[in-house]
């Protein structure tokens, strides 16, 4: 199968490249047997394209890919804020060494070792995402990066549970007074973010429209800036991965 997979809700994708279609078909094998949805791709180009259009939660690419290699895919991915929180793993002949990924697998292709690998970087990035999810207190602010890893894992919690996930991204002043009068209006269990100088974000668990709405207007309201402005998003319903539910939110506060 070249491309995704027909499911109620697509994604997050296991993405695996290769140019050689015997190899390519082992990949895909291996990964459906292991229950990953997955995406395919022949060259490095391939790859970026079904990136930017499916939401993905590793990818597996030969470093030696045509077009574009393997290598140069994932300095690609590690050097964009919003998708180097994607793992990568690179796969290498007897002897080559590889960067920037998050691991190795070897050639020639061995089930077992496809399937243990994946398993073992997923489970790496999900607690490396829960550490960083942690490591907000209650009460307190995030970082940009821990925005990011956050977002990853409510949105794939949301995603693979069915339950909604709102994202507020409130812009027009300073994030340092933004930020910490945004924490005193939210919930314990929402995480605050300050993206940018002049960005907060906040992460609402368990939120649908109307919550998020109302949260919203609150907000607006108790701040009473005619300089800000804001949006929202949901997740699974909007958006089912963290990218483009994060620009929707982005886009409706610059509107």
């Known amino acids: 199968t070249r491309g995704r997979r027909a499911k109620v809700m ?6 695996v490249a290769d140019a050689d279609p015997f190899s390519l078909n082992l990949l895909e094998e291996a ?3 292991a229950g990953y949805e997955v995406l395919t791709a022949l060259d490095g180009r391939q790859a970026l394209e079904l990136l930017a259009r499916h939401p993905t939660m590793l990818v597996l690419l030969d470093a030696g890919l045509p077009e574009m290699s393997g290598q140069q895919v994932a300095e690609i991915l590690k050097n964009e804020a919003e998708l180097k929180v994607i793992p990568v793993l690179l796969a290498v002949g007897t ?3 590889v960067a920037p990924a998050d691991g190795t697998i070897s050639k020639p292709y061995r089930v077992a070792e496809i399937q243990s690998r994946i398993r073992e970087t997923l489970l790496t990035a999900r607690d490396a995402r829960r550490r960083a999810r942690e490591s907000v207190a209650p009460g307190g602010l995030g970082d940009r990066a821990q925005l990011l890893l956050s977002l990853e894992y409510e949105v794939t919690r949301a995603c ?3 339950q ?4 507020v991204v409130l812009r027009g ?3 340092e007074e933004l930020g910490p009068r945004l924490r005193g209006l939210l919930r314990v269990m929402d995480a605050v973010f300050v993206s940018t100088e002049d960005e907060v974000v906040a992460i609402l668990p368990d939120t649908e429209a109307v919550g998020a709405q109302t949260a919203l207007d609150r907000v607006l309201g108790d701040l009473a800036q005619p300089s800000l402005s804001a949006g ?3 997740a699974p319903t909007e958006a089912t991965a963290p990218a483009p539910l994060l620009d929707l939110a982005r886009t409706r506060a610059t509107a």
Request: glycine share 16%; with cysteine.
């Open 10 to 15: 697509p994604g997050p994708y296991v993405l």
């Open 31 to 33: 990964c459906t047997t």
């Open 95 to 97: 002897g080559e060494k």
């Open 160 to 162: 693979r549970f069915g």
């Open 164 to 167: 909604p996930l709102a994202v």
């Open 173 to 175: 002043g300073p994030s």
């Open 232 to 234: 929202v998003s949901l």
